[in-house]
């Protein structure tokens, strides 16, 4: 199983980042892939989720309404729509998939003015 992230950068109070994970070794279609995030010095923290199909996606409090996960199964690939950024958004951002326990190397998300 392989994750790969991209689409992390640098980003202003308010702006909109698109991260995407790109996964490999397994039959992505099948499986349920979910976002976390560790900021400095805190634990690694749930961000949202979504099925095998694309269906009933969830959300930390933290980001609902500002966040959204999606997937293209063609691509074997999951995405996290980010708006309204906030400075306490920057973090690690990390695939997971949590059938097979599999994490991405991360791509990191800073919101600063």
């Known amino acids: 199983v392989q994750l790969v992230e991209s689409g992390g950068g640098l980003v202003q109070p308010g702006g909109s980042l698109r991260l995407s994970c790109v996964a490999s070794?397994?039959?992505?279609?099948?499986?349920?892939m979910s976002w976390y995030r560790q900021a400095p010095g805190k634990a690694r923290e749930w961000v949202a989720y979504?099925?095998?199909?694309?269906?009933?996606?969830n959300y930390a409090n933290s980001v609902k309404d500002r966040f959204t996960i999606s997937r293209d199964n063609a691509k074997n690939t999951v995405y996290l729509q980010m708006n309204s950024l906030k400075p306490e958004d920057t973090a690690v951002y990390y695939c997971?998939?949590?059938?097979?326990?599999?994490w991405g190397q991360g791509t990191q998300v800073t919101v600063s003015s």
């Open positions: 997971y998939a949590p059938r097979f326990g599999s």
């Open positions: 070794g397994f039959t992505f279609s099948s499986y349920a």
């Open positions: 979504i099925t095998s199909v694309g269906g009933s996606p």
